[in-house]
Structures are given as structure tokens and as C-alpha cells.
């Protein structure tokens, strides 16, 4: 499953909204959707915000949502803190794991 | 504290053999399975494998098969990806994570092992 994120970059500043998109190329399930939403800061590991498409990782603040289901997901972070400028990667785990190309929210 | 510590930094050569660890703490080893990830210099993450515990079944990418192998010891809760015969591609950072079965995001991620190939 081949999965597109757009935009590439997103430039925004502190406060704003912010809406990230990914499309995966086939349905993901027919029962659930078997997707999660993750961020990377520079010099950093990826951490789990979203997965199951809607449902916050542990400790992951309430501005952050997921939303979506079969092939069409929508990450987004409203009132934008300084620490979320970072890249998000998508990701389905239906079957062998795959990841969007990723979006970079910058300033 | 639940975590993944992964091996320091590693420098070779093209043809040179190299074994990188994810040791786990802080939970029970055999609840959660372990993946391994690439991500190359600027680029995304690719998914190269994973294994449980639980039975120490293993699975490789295609895309990684016969390149890597990835084992595990128990006893010492450690995840394990080697390299009999390294080349300049694999310069990258490998990441483990954990995940609670194949069907589960992955919740925590080693620090990354940043590994570079030259001559």
C-alpha cells in the first residue's frame, strides 16, 4: 500500500492551524483502520501521536487529532506551538508496514 | 521506565560485517514484538523487519531479505540487525521500535543508530 502526503511542506506560524493529508492507495481494512500519525524533530526518533486513524498516544496533547477512514486520513494540530514545527510521517500497519514520503510544517 | 536503547554510532567499510542492538527495559520483553526501520540521509522511514518475542518468529522485508538479519536474545531482552557484507547504501539511522502485535502502532522507538559506510 503506496501512501501520498500533501502537502510536501506547510508553512505556518505559531498559533495557526494546521491540516495534514495522506492517501493510501487501497483501502486499509474493512473492518478498521489500521493507521497512525507520527512526528519527527530534527536530530530526533519519531514519536506516536495518532493511531488506529483517531485515537491520541499516551502523553500526546489534545491539539493534535486524527481523523478519517478507507483511503483518506487528515492529521490536525490546532493553535501550532513553537515544538510542533517538525515532520509527519503517516503510516498504515494493515499488513507490512508502509509510511508517507512526509510533511514538514515549518515556520 | 519503559525505553529502547539502541547501540552507539558505527563507521565501516564497504564489505565489513556489523551487528547493531536494541536492548529493552522497563517492560516484559516477550509482550511486545520489535521492528526495525531505515532512514536514509533526508529521506522518510522504511520498514525492514520485525519479531516477537513471544515465539522469536522473524520476518524480513522483501526489500531487506538476504542483506539483513535480524535475531534476538531473550536473556538479555536485546534485538539484534546485522550485516555480513556492508555497502555505502547502507549508511543511514536505524531505529528500533516496539509494537504490541502486528497489528499495533509503534508506540516506542529506540534513540537511532546513525550508521555510515565508506571507503
Known amino acids: 500500500i503506496v501512501l501520498t502526503q500533501s502537502p510536501d511542506t506547510l508553512s505556518l506560524s505559531p498559533g495557526d492551524r494546521a491540516t495534514l493529508s495522506c492517501r493510501a492507495s487501497q483501502r486499509l481494512s474493512t473492518s478498521k483502520d489500521y493507521f497512525a500519525w507520527y512526528q519527527q524533530r530534527p536530530g530526533q526518533a519519531p514519536r506516536l501521536l495518532i493511531y488506529?486513524?483517531?485515537t491520541r498516544a499516551t502523553g500526546i496533547p489534545d491539539r493534535f487529532s486524527g481523523s478519517g477512514s478507507g483511503t483518506d486520513f487528515t492529521l490536525t494540530i490546532t493553535r501550532l506551538e513553537p515544538e510542533d514545527f517538525a515532520v509527519y510521517y503517516c503510516?498504515?500497519?494493515?499488513?507490512?508496514?508502509?509510511f508517507g514520503p512526509g510533511t514538514k510544517v515549518d515556520i | 521506565e519503559v525505553q529502547l536503547v539502541q547501540s552507539g554510532a558505527e563507521v565501516k567499510k564497504p564489505g565489513e560485517s556489523l551487528r547493531i542492538s536494541c536492548k529493552a527495559s522497563g517492560y516484559d520483553f516477550t509482550t511486545y514484538w520489535i521492528t526495525w526501520l531505515r532512514q536514509m540521509p533526508g529521506k522518510g522511514l522504511e520498514w525492514m523487519g520485525r519479531t516477537d518475542p513471544s515465539d522469536s518468529y522473524i520476518y524480513h522485508s522483501p526489500a531487506f531479505e538476504g542483506h539483513v538479519t535480524i535475531s534476538l536474545d531473550k536473556s538479555t531482552t536485546t534485538a539484534f540487525l546485522q550485516w555480513n557484507s556492508l555497502k555505502a547504501s547502507d549508511t543511514a539511522i536505524y531505529y528500533c521500535a516496539r509494537h504490541y502485535s502486528s497489528l499495533h502502532a509503534f508506540d516506542i522507538w529506540g534513540q537511532g543508530t546513525m550508521v555510515t559506510v565508506s571507503s
Open positions: 488506529d486513524a483517531s
Open positions: 503510516q498504515q500497519y494493515g499488513g507490512s508496514p508502509t
